[in-house]
């Protein structure tokens, strides 16, 4: 007659396959976040001292004079809308005129004047026409790699792809913590220090919270 297999036999096994599962989940995550957190760490580092890192904006200033064609195509109409993408032709003409990368970004159309607001990470830009005259004003600031950085750590003008990355990341992260958490319960029997170290993660942010900020 076979012999059973005692509880504590089935509960150690058990035990070894979340234990298993979860250090699996864990480095995969872990792999998957790791640049991100990095990236993130060393930004949050820089953005609590951006008022004492200094930065050095280059400016780019670019003139064009658009052809009569071009003109004639810009002339205020009745009802026009007051934001919409500038014509196919004149945003490949101002792309290759003035060497630069123009989004699809919808335009602010007044009587006077079309402009367009370029935001960026790290930086600023914005194109202006003048639409009587058809005279052509580019202009691009960059602020630096640490500024570049920074914007990303906020997602500040970065774009959808970027946006989606860090949905990704952040679903990374957690899945590390909350498996880190889990893991951290099966070793807690073992490890006394680990739920005062867990609850001091919590207790401390708490009470600068409570204390420090107003």
Same mark, same amino acid.
């Given at each position: ?7 504590? *036999? ?15 989940? $864990? ?11 990095? %990236? ?6 820089? @953005?609590? $001292?951006?008022?004492?890192? *200094? ?15 071009? +003109? ?25 005129? @003035?060497? +630069? ?25 914005? @194109? ?6 058809? !005279? ?15 914007? %990303? ?27 880190? %958490? ?17 609850? !001091?993660?919590? +207790?401390?942010? @708490? ?8």
């Amino acid at each position: 007659m076979p012999v059973k297999n005692p509880p504590f *036999a089935h509960a150690a096994s058990s035990r070894a396959y979340w234990l298993k599962t979860l250090h699996q989940w $864990h480095w995969i995550s872990s792999a998957l976040c790791l640049i991100g957190m990095l %990236l993130f760490a060393i930004t949050g580092i820089t @953005l609590n $001292h951006a008022a004492d890192i *200094a930065a050095q904006p280059q400016v780019q200033h670019k003139e064009a004079q658009l052809p009569p064609e071009l +003109v004639t195509e810009l002339a205020p109409q009745d009802n026009e809308p007051k934001d919409a993408v500038l014509p196919a032709e004149l945003h490949r003409w101002l792309a290759t005129s @003035l060497d +630069v990368s123009l989004p699809g970004n919808a335009a602010e159309w007044s009587p006077e004047e079309v402009y367009l607001s370029l935001p960026r990470p790290g930086g600023d830009a914005w @194109l202006r026409i003048d639409r009587e005259s058809g !005279a052509v004003e580019y202009e691009r600031t960059d602020r630096g790699w640490i500024s570049y950085l920074n914007d %990303l750590h906020k997602g500040r003008h970065t774009g959808l792809a970027w946006k989606w990355f860090l949905d990704v990341f952040s679903v990374a992260c957690l899945v590390f913590c909350i498996t880190g %958490l889990f893991i951290l319960k099966f070793h807690a029997a073992s490890r006394p220090t680990v739920w005062p170290m867990v609850g !001091a993660g919590l +207790v401390i942010p @708490l009470l600068l919270v409570i204390l420090f900020i107003h």
